[in-house]
């Protein structure tokens, strides 16, 4: 399929036939739920199907899904014959997804959250051609990270990315060429380093090349002066660290506390067509993110997920940053932080697929051009994000005390910047670089 990506941005497509698009999307998503409301079917019986193909990329935030089959969850609630399998990059997903398992590809999977919204308008799809898609529920919250090429490291770059512009300015005046990298075009690792760039003045349209590389293949393409810095889940930027190739300048944490980030989204085909089988994957994975969340299973976590049949990574390039201790690379150390990578939280408020937080990434995506300025935000999120189902299944794990309601509330980034999801328009205005209309 064709990335549909131009000079490292999706490229735009009509407005009007992109509107209708995501129209008839919200109406076909909106006609589906209604004819297979989920309660009605999940008391029918077990599980329609005794499995599914998930994929995964190599990053730690796919835990949930490796743990839930190593442990045996799947099986538990019925659904043994799940398959948890490793994708290429984000690209190869978003081809396997539009396939499908009937035609050799993927029901669903661990995917960098505005996909979800990409896919199911058809933004980065073959032909515009939309895939339903579902948010199932939020697979972690925070530990990705934005690194450097050890060259910058006399800048002392860390949250302030301005601390980068004159050593890039001079490289450009040598004749040389900046360099940044993330993982897909509007997903997450591009928003985080596109809003760190644009906080410190950079302009990550018009100062920078900025270019799509594999998550697994970061390192490797950094040690060869292929990039100055790039945005990626762990335990790459731990590894760079620990090959002392660059350093990390921040944390993504650092930039928006507890901000979300992969999700279990799955094909609406899948789940209309089998709610009693999605129940089970969503709460196989729930009580697999609850395991993980647990300190004291850290270790046992960075040893199964770091296996050659699941990342291939040592221990030692996982486990500090899932514990919240963070060797940037430059010198600077912290131990035991909040900047861990987040599965649950207190109440399953980390896993709950909060629809402000869509909306976020709707109007980010907004902001960069990959969606026009009057695309139906409330639309989209509204068909996509199931947090009923989230729900349901929490209540067949027995839990009570739940997140209640769409909305986290207003939120606030590292440089005072706020977003209230009732109010995006007023978060885009107060922006000062953001993509041409």
């Known amino acids: 399929m064709s990335e549909k990506i131009e000079n490292g941005r999706v490229a735009r497509t009509d407005r009007r036939a992109f509107l209708k698009g995501v129209a008839a999307t919200g109406a076909?998503?909106?006609?589906?739920?209604?004819?297979?409301?989920?309660?009605?079917?999940?008391?029918?019986?077990?599980?329609?199907?005794?499995?599914?193909?998930?994929?995964?990329?190599?990053?730690?935030?796919?835990?949930?899904?490796?743990?839930?089959?190593?442990?045996?969850?799947y099986a538990k609630y019925g659904v043994p014959d799940v398959e948890v399998e490793k994708?290429?990059?984000?690209?190869?997903?978003?081809?396997?997804?539009?396939?499908?398992?009937?035609?050799?590809?993927?029901?669903?999977?661990?995917?960098?959250?505005?996909?979800?919204?990409?896919?199911?308008?058809?933004?980065?799809?073959?032909?515009?051609?939309p895939l339903p898609m579902y948010t199932l529920l939020s697979l972690n919250e925070d530990c990705q990270g934005i690194s450097v090429a050890q060259e910058y490291a006399d800048t002392g770059v860390t949250l302030?990315?301005?601390?980068?512009?004159?050593?890039?300015?001079?490289?450009?005046?040598?004749?040389?060429?900046?360099?940044?990298?993330?993982?897909?075009p509007g997903g997450t690792h591009d928003l985080w380093i596109r809003y760190w760039l644009a906080a410190g003045g950079i302009d990550p349209d018009r100062d920078l090349s900025l270019i799509v590389v594999p998550p697994p293949q970061m390192v490797a393409n950094m040690k060869v002066g292929n990039m100055d810095c790039f945005c990626v889940g762990e335990p790459w930027n731990e590894q760079l660290v620990n090959q002392r190739i660059g350093f990390t300048a921040l944390t993504t944490g650092e930039l928006w506390s507890h901000h979300p980030e992969?999700?279990?989204?799955?094909?609406?085909?899948?789940?209309?067509?089998?709610?009693n089988a999605?129940?089970?994957?969503?709460?196989?994975?729930?009580?697999?993110?609850?395991?993980?969340?647990?300190?004291?299973?850290?270790?046992?976590?960075a040893e199964i997920i770091g296996r050659r049949q699941w990342y291939n990574v040592p221990v030692p390039d996982i486990i500090g940053r899932i514990r919240g201790d963070i060797n940037y690379g430059n010198?600077?150390?912290?131990?035991?932080?909040?900047?861990?990578?987040?599965?649950?939280?207190e109440k399953g408020e980390t896993s709950y697929p909060w629809k402000s937080l869509d909306t976020w990434f709707m109007t980010e995506n907004i902001r960069w051009g990959y969606f026009p300025a009057e695309t139906d935000v409330k639309a989209i999120v509204d068909a996509t994000n199931r947090s009923d189902l989230w729900l349901e299944a929490a209540k067949g794990l027995g839990l009570t005390d739940l997140p209640e309601g769409d909305s986290r509330g207003v939120e606030t980034f590292f440089d005072g910047k706020v977003f209230d999801p009732a109010d995006p328009q007023a978060y885009l205005q107060s922006l000062e670089i953001k993509a041409t209309a």
């Open 28 to 73: 076909l998503l909106g006609a589906a739920k209604a004819l297979l409301p989920y309660g009605a079917h999940a008391a029918a019986g077990g599980p329609e199907v005794s499995g599914a193909r998930l994929g995964y990329i190599a990053l730690t935030d796919s835990a949930p899904l490796i743990i839930a089959k190593e442990k045996g969850l």
């Open 87 to 129: 994708q290429a990059s984000w690209g190869a997903t978003r081809d396997n997804m539009a396939l499908g398992s009937g035609s050799g590809g993927i029901d669903g999977g661990h995917i960098l959250r505005p996909k979800v919204h990409l896919y199911a308008s058809g933004r980065v799809m073959q032909n515009n051609q």
């Open 278 to 301: 999605t129940l089970a994957i969503m709460m196989a994975v729930m009580e697999a993110q609850q395991w993980c969340e647990e300190m004291e299973n850290k270790q046992e976590m």
């Open 331 to 345: 010198g600077r150390t912290a131990e035991g932080t909040d900047l861990l990578m987040k599965f649950w939280g």
């Open 160 to 184: 302030d990315s301005g601390a980068l512009r004159e050593a890039f300015e001079r490289k450009k005046a040598a004749g040389g060429e900046v360099t940044a990298a993330m993982t897909f």
């Open 262 to 275: 992969k999700v279990l989204g799955m094909r609406a085909q899948f789940v209309d067509e089998n709610p």
